[in-house]
């Protein structure tokens, strides 16, 4: 991971000390950014891929150009890792997973028991209306409801994230108000700020900032939508176990749900 920090935005500026939309998306901003991206970028976190695209994109003018310039590090990035098909490994949780076509549906939900105490993360993913995996993980022995939430809602983001870049349309459904409040509203103001708040410190910043800037880059291809908890939804429900599936395994890595997956049986299990 890289900083952000004046000396790597001035890699990246073009002799008008500007950057172009590509590298404002690689910045997670908008383009109605552009005039105050310096201040919305220092200290910002982005990977090192990020970071060395950001800084080839530089002085392109021609978006042709850059577009090139971006299917071309993609392409070197998969030779690096070996990769013969359309394939992800998130670096601090997810495995290694191929992804394959179809428009997907993400629930996602974390759970704690007691709060705060241990607490896991769980997803479930529908391909084309049918239930096609489970995920859960990111266990801690001394959680939070919020924490396992938003490390639910992180990971969902990054499976997103894998389906908009393989073709397909992915949507996510979360049961955490909070957390969804967190990426799509009150992180704008707390980032304009310096990351502050009145009152005090924002609890869980590391994982808020993480979603956030994850959000930003995906937004316009993933939709984020609020559910209610426990009201009928297979999904909701299905995530819910997995979160406390997590717990039980005590399973601090997000990795998919290995054993034959009967619906009715895992719905039979201890629930949040």
Same mark, same amino acid.
């Given at each position: 991971?890289? +900083? ?47 970071? &060395? ?34 394939? &992800? ?23 704690? =028991?007691? =709060? ?28 939070? =409801? ?16 894998? &389906? ?15 957390? +969804? ?54 999904? =909701? ?9 997590? +717990? ?25």
């Amino acid at each position: 991971m890289q +900083i952000v920090t004046e000396e790597l935005l001035e890699l990246g500026l073009d002799k008008s000390g500007a950057v172009n939309a590509e590298q404002l998306i690689l910045l997670g901003l908008k383009e109605s950014d552009a005039e105050n991206f310096v201040a919305l970028s220092l200290g910002k976190e982005l990977s090192d891929a990020r970071a &060395e695209l950001f800084v080839l994109l530089a002085n392109i003018k021609a978006k042709t150009s850059r577009k090139t310039i971006i299917e071309n590090y993609k392409a070197l990035q998969k030779f690096r890792k070996g990769e013969t098909q359309v394939s &992800e490994v998130n670096e601090k949780s997810q495995e290694k997973v191929i992804t394959p076509k179809g428009d997907v549906t993400i629930y996602c939900d974390g759970g704690c =028991n007691p =709060n705060p105490g241990k607490a896991g993360s769980g997803v479930a993913i529908y391909r084309g209306g049918e239930l096609a995996e489970l995920w859960y993980g990111l266990y801690e022995p001394m959680g939070t =409801n919020n924490t396992a939430e938003l490390g639910a809602l992180y990971e969902s983001l990054v499976i997103a994230k894998r &389906e908009t870049e393989s073709g397909n349309k992915a949507e996510i459904k979360c049961d955490s108000k909070y957390s +969804i409040d967190c990426i799509q509203t009150w992180a704008i103001n707390w980032e304009k700020k310096g990351w502050t708040k009145k009152g005090g410190a924002i609890k869980n910043l590391d994982i808020i900032k993480k979603a956030y800037y994850l959000y930003n880059e995906i937004r316009a291809e993933v939709k984020l939508s609020h559910i209610k908890a426990h009201a009928g939804f297979e999904g =909701n429900e299905l995530a819910d176990r997995m979160t406390m599936y997590a +717990i039980e395994t005590k399973s601090e890595k997000f990795v998919k749900y290995s054993e034959p997956i009967d619906v009715a049986k895992i719905l039979k299990m201890r629930a949040g």
